[in-house]
């Protein structure tokens, strides 16, 4: 941000100075033609490969709390959770469009960490900023991210290719973003580990596309609902039933110290959401090829069930060993 000169309100910058300064800021891939600016952007399309698109609201208050999070990591986690979608499809991400409708109540200086830190999170991803829409809110902190990418059509991995027999497996860790979420909830303070775990989500691309190139998912998902949720939405779009052994389910010490003290709020690893890993199902003699991208990407990748026949259901073996089913709920913006 040191290029360019602070400022104390939005009204004294104003629509068009505000979108001079995020221009400024933002750096333009090859494959854009025309940028921020126009009537519309154009870019160019990998050739013979498919477009991805995706958008994501953030609504303060819905989604996040403005004294939560400092506004650079919300302008991470704005992209991170767009990106995290090109990802479950196997794709690459290459441009990102940016809609905020903000307060006027809102610090210059708070809008510049924020479009650095969404600025910083695409230039990680390879992807550039090429347009978006600016107005005032009235009251919350309105975002709106739309992103596209493109997927050679052959590895694209949808939702709907799971088939049984097949293994079931998750990146990272589970629970770490609902657990930071349930203590802020509680007025407690997240150790770092928990904070940026939940403020700070790493969208899992580069696993997404080695996944969809080796042609080892079958179906891919990431989980921003909570695992038995996502999950659902696999089992129903391949109809198909699983079993899951939750003692597989990959935790973070954090979490797994947590839960020893607390077992009562062991939803938060099955139901909790917003960890951005993802999930995938592969055949099993993939098992080699998975443990070695894990090693070379340096990320956990754990098999944590089995893809069964649809009349089976989701059931699930829990830490004192009894099975039973459960329904794939997460969370529900309608209900309470
Ligand atoms: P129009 O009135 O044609 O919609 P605007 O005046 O809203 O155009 O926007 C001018 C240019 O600035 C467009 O290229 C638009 O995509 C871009 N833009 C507007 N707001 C943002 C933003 N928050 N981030 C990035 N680009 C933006
Ligand atoms: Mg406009």
Redesign the pocket.
Known sequence: MSETTPFKSLAELGEFGL?ER?KRLAHQGSDVVCG????C?AVNLPAGQLLLTSKDLLIEDVHFRRCWTDMYSLGRKSAAVNLSDIAAMGGAAHQLY???GLPTDLAGIELDNFSQGFLDEIQQAGAS?C????CRSNQSLLISVTVQGSVPATEMVCRDGATQGEALYVSGTLGDSALALTLLQREQIPSDFLSQRHHRPTPRLALGRALAQQGIASSMIDISDGLLADLGHILKKSAVGAHIDQQQIPLSPEVRDYLHLHPEDEALILRGGEDYELLFSAPTQRAGDIDQLSTQLNLPLTRIGTILSADKGLTIVELNGNEHQVSAEGFNHFKH
Not at 36 to 39: A, L, N
Not at 131 to 134: E, F, I
Request: aromatic content about 0%; cysteine-free.
């Open positions: 979108i995020i921020i600016g126009d009537d952007a940016l809609g905020v900023l347009g978006g829409d600016t």
